[in-house]
């Protein structure tokens, strides 16, 4: 058990407390114009432009820095997001608060006389609250994080003196360091406190020392309401009942409320909060394992019922457990979709864990109505007590904590190894680099990774070595999966950073998803799923790729560019949830027919009838004019053909795509790039368009180019492109010709929409112009 120990303690690094989940706010809820000290407040939404208010949110007093008013349509002259967290027609003239997080403060201010050093964070502060009272508090919110200085959010709950004044410590009670992408995500946190106390809003800039400081960004808050605890659905800590989760009937015993075992051989001293903060305030829930219990014995405790999540957004289930006891039966989480009446397991731990509570977490995702159940069954003993505390949901998806209680393989922050992942080891060795484990620290200034945000947390490192050259690549398995046909969705955290561009442009590398199976006869079949190349970004970005066929493993390729930079391509936190999602970022669909000719020639074929002369992938040993690739300027990684034969006359050879399914789109811009070579004017690249139907129809060219007046003893690449309608599956034909040389084709791309053929002389009209 001591991989959970850590697993749980770095989590707990992360969130300091536990956050909350997605919520929709009902139309009761109505701006505040006044408050009383310790009463419920309604929903603050800050007004509307040129109305704008505070609600009684106030600055922090002494802070340097700010929080603002704004509204979308202030925006672009003082800074914040385009509109309101509202979606009706007056989400642009809709308020909020936001800070600046490019502004800086003096490194030194005095304050009531006393010297303190300034922090560069900027705090709103709600009036004095007095006790929660044993249901607690919910604390509900929109939240907008973006820019290159922007550095998260934080709720904070912060204790005041007999004066109203902050009181020594504070309490973290939820937190985000990623960005929303300029998207409103609404969130919730339960809490309780027996005191006097305020709710804090932090927003976080980059370090002082961070270059990306000066770059404009912003932290918005949006639609701020502290409610009835039950309000904060599916979240509980225990301390004022079971927070509308229920005991089953159908079980052999329930769960119980407790506040501290009366046996010190199992079960917890105190519940969380306690265990963290002291104090003592603080309840859980607990099954009692003595007398008359016997082993196998279940209590089951459900949740209310939740709505679908959607493909892309699914909950993170946080909760704390305790499982102290030489009797440690068994800890379950399932998903009862209500809808179908079947149960799935996400989560299960087995066996004695330590006395201390961790911090445990499962992604969640249902395309139907769902409950979730949380599953206790004793073990070979009266010593067995198992206690849940502090359950929360947070929008996104996790990796499932502690990995060894995941229902499916997969599932990885890295923290403490690379849960059953590894590098590809073959005899033919068609990866020549590694993936390496690597901690925040050994990359110094580098990047921290995505899990902790600090140098003590690991993450995936695309290898450096001294050998390496443009095209070296990393292969990353995973172990071999349960085949089955149930679409899935892998989730991850990537860096695609290249701080300084060389003037031929970006030339980082790429990073790919392949799910890897095998054929009736053995062999690997390799499909892409997912690719980005080159710089994306200096920070960590969130993706998301689907599964949706059978496979047997997920395989991740990093490929290194010419780039001479001290470039960065790194990943960390996958995560597996069921269902359907999209593609993200969008830039990542691997569509039918693209192809950058990297391994192999992506399903395009050779169609020339009875000729030995055809297209074919450049090698290190055979390649025109020792042309390197387009891509990552590697001697091979493109495709070609040559034709040499001045007694014959012209040859003509074709290559085929794959078929290209119907898009939402009616057009599609067909781009790639060519070179032409040879001695010879003679050679010729036409673009042909063949509906793929089961008659024989015949091509249409769309495009055409001659290499007359081009320089073929130097070759260089040059970018082409052309529309081609969609409305139906089609074939893109590529036929060349030539008695003295050739062309070379690379990176061919499908993006959505219409675009000009380029160059101008490839366009069909033109030269018919120029015919005439």
């Known amino acids: 058990m001591k991989l959970w120990l850590i697993l749980s303690i770095a ?18 809820e109505v701006s505040i114009r006044g408050k009383r000290q310790g009463t419920v407040t309604d929903t603050c939404d800050f007004g509307v432009d040129p109305g704008l208010l505070t609600c009684d949110w106030k600055n922090r007093n002494g802070s340097a820095l700010k929080w603002e008013l704004g509204a979308g349509t202030l925006s672009n002259w003082l800074g914040g997001p385009s509109s309101d967290a509202g979606q009706g027609e007056d989400a642009e003239k809709g308020g909020y608060i936001f800070f600046e997080t490019s502004l800086l403060a003096a490194p030194i201010v005095r304050v009531d006389d006393i010297t303190i050093r300034e922090g560069q964070n900027a705090f709103i502060e709600s009036p004095v ?5 044993a249901e607690g508090k919910c604390i509900s919110f929109s939240f907008n994080v973006d820019g290159l200085s922007a550095a998260g959010l934080r709720v904070i709950l912060q204790p005041t003196n007999k004066d109203g004044r902050p009181d020594g410590f504070f309490r973290v009670l939820w937190g985000t360091k990623d960005p929303t992408n300029k998207v409103w995500m609404n969130s919730e946190v339960l809490y309780t406190y027996n005191k006097e106390h305020q709710v804090v809003f932090e927003g976080i800039a980059k370090d002082l020392p961070d270059p990306f400081r000066k770059f404009r960004g912003y932290v918005a808050v949006d639609n701020i309401a502290i409610k009835q605890g039950l309000d904060c659905k599916g979240h509980c800590t225990f301390e004022g009942g079971f927070c509308g989760w229920i005991n089953d009937e159908d079980d052999d015993f329930n769960w119980s409320l407790g506040r501290g075992s009366k046996n010190p051989s199992t079960g ?10 002291g104090g003592m305030e603080g309840g859980y829930a607990f099954i009692d394992s003595s007398y008359p219990r016997r082993p196998g014995d279940m209590a089951r405790m459900s949740s209310m019922e939740f709505d679908p999540t959607g493909p892309d957004t699914p909950l993170c289930l946080r909760f704390w457990t305790h499982m102290y006891g030489n009797g440690i039966g068994t800890l379950t989480i399932s998903i009862s979709d209500t809808r179908e009446g079947e149960d799935r397991d996400i989560w299960s731990l087995t066996g004695e864990a330590g006395n201390s509570w961790y911090q445990a977490e499962v992604p969640v995702s249902s395309a139907n109505p769902f409950k979730i159940i949380i599953i206790a069954k004793i073990g070979k003993n009266n010593l067995g007590d198992i206690a849940v505390d502090d359950i929360s949901l947070t929008p996104g998806s996790c990796p499932t904590a502690p990995q060894i209680a995941a229902a499916t393989s997969g599932d990885c922050t890295f923290e403490v190894d690379e849960c059953g992942w590894s590098n590809v080891v073959s005899r033919e060795r068609l990866d020549d680099i590694d993936w390496e484990r690597t901690s925040g620290a050994a990359l110094r200034s580098t990047a921290h990774d995505h899990t902790l945000g600090t140098e003590k947390g690991y993450l995936m490192t695309l290898a450096r070595t001294a050998l390496q050259r443009p095209g070296s690549r990393a292969w990353f398995t995973s172990r071999d999966f349960k085949t089955t046909s149930t679409p899935r969705c892998l989730s991850f955290w990537f860096v695609m950073n290249e701080p300084f561009i060389d003037s031929t442009g970006p030339s980082l590398g790429a990073l790919s998803i392949y799910l890897r199976s095998n054929d009736n006869t053995g062999s690997t079949i390799m499909k892409p799923i997912w690719r980005l190349y080159n710089h994306q970004g200096p920070d960590w970005q969130y993706a998301q790729a689907l599964i949706k066929e059978p496979n047997d493993a997920i395989l991740i390729e990093g490929i290194w560019g010419s780039s001479r930079a001290n470039g960065f391509i790194a990943f960390d936190d996958i995560t597996f949830f069921g269902g359907s999602c999209s593609i993200i970022p969008a830039g990542a669909k691997v569509r039918p027919g693209e192809c950058r000719f990297e391994r192999d020639m992506c399903d395009w074929s050779n169609g020339t009838d009875k000729s030995p002369a055809s297209w074919r992938m450049a090698t290190v040993n055979r ?10 300027g590697a001697p091979d990684g493109y495709i070609y053909y040559d034709l040499f034969n001045q007694i014959l006359g012209s040859n003509m050879v074709r290559l085929i795509s794959p078929v290209i399914p119907v898009t939402d789109e009616p057009q599609l811009c067909f781009s790639f790039w060519y070179a032409a070579f040879g001695a010879g004017e003679s050679a010729l690249l036409q673009i042909m368009r063949q509906d793929n139907s089961s008659g024989e129809t015949p091509a249409e060219k769309i495009w055409s180019l001659e290499a007359k007046n081009m320089d073929t003893t130097r070759p260089a690449w040059m970018p082409a492109q052309v529309t081609v309608e969609s409305n139906k599956p089609f074939h893109i034909i590529m036929e060349g010709q030539a008695t003295n040389g050739g062309f070379a084709v690379d990176d061919i791309i499908f993006t959505p929409g219409s675009c000009p053929t380029r160059p101008d002389k490839a366009a069909l009209k033109n030269q018919k112009l120029k015919a005439a």
Do not use: M, Q, V, W
């Open 129 to 133: 609250l007095g006790s929660t009272g």
């Open 268 to 277: 917890p001293a105190t519940d969380r909060s306690s265990f963290i903060y």
């Open 623 to 632: 390649r025109p004019s020792n042309l390197p690739d387009k891509t990552f």
């Open 11 to 28: 989590s707990y690094s992360i969130l300091e407390c536990f956050p909350g989940a997605i919520t929709e706010f009902s139309d009761s």
